[in-house]
């Protein structure tokens, strides 16, 4: 048997390849930070595939050819190429930049997280002639929007006043607004066109208004009166994609109860003055309630980042919409009044890298939260023969962001992996070694909060225990002495949650014949496309099969206290369930979820990829399930289901004295308190608070006429008429001040 190179990296297991075979994509990386020979293919006969080819490209130290003829796109190789010489800080000029916004989303966002380094060491003038050029013919007019905010973004003056007044009137929205944030660099003050007397344009729209009113109003007033912050440090924390308060729905899960109890709980930790909480609202959302600051609690806001969207803004569109993030996120975050010290990003995605930028101008320190993720899967997905090209690009994609993110934060921390700590990813990010100081970053405890069960929750859950109860009876027959099983599962309805797999596990393995499967997840609504798709796959894998079919209950998200309430019922055999949780990811990188089943008493069986198993070991307090396939999950749903009741209850005991001991949202707040205090007390004095040089004076219009605010001493919020408001008296509309803090 042939060793493995002990050169190449193997995986760690259980998060990706089984444990010690050679993982091509992670060695290509260790390579490129330790500038050591690319790790050598072997004696392959064969051409190179796209992933070993684009690979190759990407982390070659030298930037060599592969040594045979490439096959992949030369897009795809220029690309690759670009993404290499940003990671070496090898900037490229502004003219090939420009050149290069012309090769689609993926270039666009190498070039935008290069440019502010670009203009630094060519210049602004040589940086304004290269947009200037594309404006006036080098690229398609279609391209005249990104050009327009590369300029915004390093404040350039590529057009004369006349011209850029022009592109302000122009009928396609990007250009349009494009062009206004991009005045606003020139004279702050503006006479903005109005949409409605434009022609060939629609009336204005809430964000329209929106980005309007923040521009066009010179003389901000005093700061605002409202709810009095503590002395401390002000955070900031971003869920870019979903709902704060619907998880489950559409693309909004877990993070969204993570962080607003994070949120409260980091508002009551000694040493912060209080947490905004970022998120995102589209043009129907503005449309509904133009107001973009919301107390959620006692010094802990929500502040709604605009976005240019007929619907929620998915992951793979926020690259077009990353300049206007990072404009607005700035803007607002330049309004509190004082500026925010800490903002902490989780997700590898183009909105991170808007908010980035946001720190970057505003002067915050960034802390980013890392995950091997997808890198742990790249060669198991993308190596194989008829692997998805576009799938590839975008994971590509993904991990640059990644890098980048770890190359602009000013502390990285993981989520504990397999075996507690954070090995893995440092396996996957070699250049974290380096910062760490040699080892791996920390891990700060994720955790749940306390449960408090809803007051009018009884009658919404005897309602669904009677539907449960209702489908157990399709159970009861001869032959099956065994008491029939509640199988629950909890997860918006996404390919990376694999309902479909579960269902067709539960039914191909004969589990559906002892338990009733019960999947909670979803908007009430078929408008979101990938709930959609989910529903369609999961009602094929019961078509066959009649008896599955009545024994499968499909239930629409629920609230998080209703979720747990469900739980607690399912889990007391006082109730008369014999219930068991089951996980069917591809993987979680934490689960929180999981968390809260083991809390409410549930014996629980979970991926054994991702982070879940650094805290459920299989057999001592919960299983742990191979689910990349239909066939293996299903080898853990009998599992599952023929634990004896003893053993479970057992099992569910100790795994919820560790939740409850560990796992809460209040020891995860007192860790990152550290981390906040340590990074931002390292920002030097002059990049704290700094104001963009882009950003003209002007009010944000935050509360329509007629909403009232209640004073405060020191520094504050304000704080919008509501339930959660205090009254007091009424001001004048739009009394937000956006402080130049220059």
């Known amino acids: 048997m042939r060793r493995p190179d002990p050169a190449v990296p193997v995986d760690p297991a259980p998060g990706g390849r089984p444990p010690g075979r050679p993982d091509p994509f992670a060695a290509a990386r260790a390579a490129y930070w330790k500038h050591a020979p690319h790790p050598s293919p072997g004696s392959r006969a064969a051409a190179p595939d796209l992933f070993t080819e684009l690979v190759r490209a990407e982390y070659r130290p030298d930037g060599a050819p592969a040594g045979r003829p490439a096959g992949a796109p030369s897009g795809d190789l220029v690309l690759a190429g670009l993404r290499r010489r940003v990671r070496a800080g090898d900037t490229p000029p502004p003219e090939t930049c420009v050149r290069l916004l012309a090769d689609g989303d993926h270039a666009r966002a190498a070039v935008f997280d290069a440019w502010p380094e670009v203009v630094r060491r060519h210049g602004t003038e040589r940086a304004a002639a290269a947009v200037r050029r594309g404006l006036h013919g080098a690229l398609p007019p279609h391209l005249a929007a990104p050009l327009l905010d590369l300029a915004a973004a390093e404040s350039l003056v590529p057009l004369a006043r006349p011209e850029l007044l022009r592109l302000a ?141 007929p619907r929620q803004v998915r992951p793979e569109e926020l690259g077009r ?172 309805l996404h390919p990376v949650k694999q309902q479909d ?27 979101d496309p990938a709930e959609r798709a989910m529903r369609a796959r999961v009602e094929r894998a019961v078509a066959a099969s009649p008896e599955a079919a009545e024994r499968l209950l499909l239930l629409p998200a629920l609230a998080n206290a209703d979720v747990r309430t469900l739980e607690r019922r399912l889990a007391d055999p006082a109730n008369g369930f014999r219930a068991r949780y089951v996980c069917p990811s591809a993987k979680e990188e934490f689960g929180l979820a999981v968390l809260e089943a083991m809390e409410a008493g549930l014996l629980v069986a979970a991926p054994v990829r991702g982070g879940v198993p650094h805290y459920l070991v299989d057999g001592r307090n919960g299983l742990l399930v191979d689910t990349s396939c239909a066939r293996t999950l299903g080898e853990g749903l009998l599992r599952l289901l023929r634990v004896d009741d003893g053993a479970a209850a057992a099992m569910a005991r100790r795994a919820q004295g560790l939740v409850r001991s560990t796992y809460s949202s209040d020891a995860m707040a007192r860790a990152l308190t550290r981390h906040y205090t340590a990074v931002a007390a390292r920002i030097p004095t002059g990049r704290k608070g700094a104001a963009p040089s882009c950003e ?14 209640t004073g405060g001493e020191g520094t504050s919020f304000p704080e919008p008429d509501g339930p959660s408001a205090v009254r007091g008296p009424a001001r004048a509309a739009r009394p937000w001040a956006a402080s130049s803090r220059g």
């Open 501 to 527: 797999v579960l269902v067709r596990a539960w039914v191909e393995s004969g589990a559906f014949r002892e338990s009733v499967l019960v999947c909670v997840g979803g908007s009430p609504s078929d408008a």
């Open 696 to 709: 003209g004076p002007g009010r944000l219009p935050v509360v329509p006429e007629g909403r009232s605010r």
């Open 321 to 492: 919409h990353r300049e206007a993030l990072a404009w607005w996120a700035t803007r607002l975050l330049g309004s509190l009044g004082r500026p925010v010290d800490v903002l902490h990003v989780r997700y590898a995605d183009d909105g991170s890298l808007a908010l980035a930028e946001a720190a970057r101008r505003s002067g915050a320190a960034l802390v980013f939260t890392a995950a091997p993720d997808p890198h742990r899967q790249m060669t198991e997905r993308h190596a194989a023969p008829g692997a998805d090209a576009n799938a590839l690009r975008y994971d590509l994609h993904r991990v640059f962001v990644a890098d980048r993110l770890v190359d602009r934060a000013d502390r990285v921390v993981g989520i504990a992996g397999p075996g507690g700590g954070t090995d893995e990813l440092l396996h996957h990010f070699p250049q974290l070694a380096g910062r760490a100081g040699g080892g791996a970053p920390d891990a700060p405890p994720e955790g749940i909060p306390p449960y408090r069960p809803p007051a009018d929750a009884g009658r919404r859950i005897d309602s669904l225990l009677a539907a449960v109860g209702a489908a157990l009876g399709a159970t009861a027959g001869p032959g099956r002495p065994r008491t029939p099983t509640v199988l629950l599962t909890i997860g918006r």
């Open 169 to 309: 009137h122009a009928p396609e929205r990007t250009v349009r607004h494009a062009a206004w944030r991009l005045l606003a660099a020139y004279d702050g003050a503006l006479p903005l066109p109005h949409a409605d007397a434009m022609p060939g344009t629609r009336p204005a729209d809430a964000y329209e208004r929106l980005l309007r009113e923040a521009l066009r109003t010179p003389d901000p007033p005093a700061a605002p009166e409202g709810a009095e912050l503590r002395p401390g440090t002000l955070v900031a924390q971003s869920m870019l994609l979903g709902h704060l308060d619907r998880p489950g729905e559409g693309l909004s899960g877990g993070l969204g109860v993570l962080l607003g109890a994070l949120g409260d709980a980091l508002a009551r930790a000694d040493g912060v003055a209080g947490v905004l909480t970022l998120v995102t609202a589209c043009v129907p959302e503005l449309e509904a309630d133009p107001l973009l600051l919301r107390r959620r609690g006692p010094r802990h806001w929500a502040l709604r980042l605009p976005v240019d969207s």
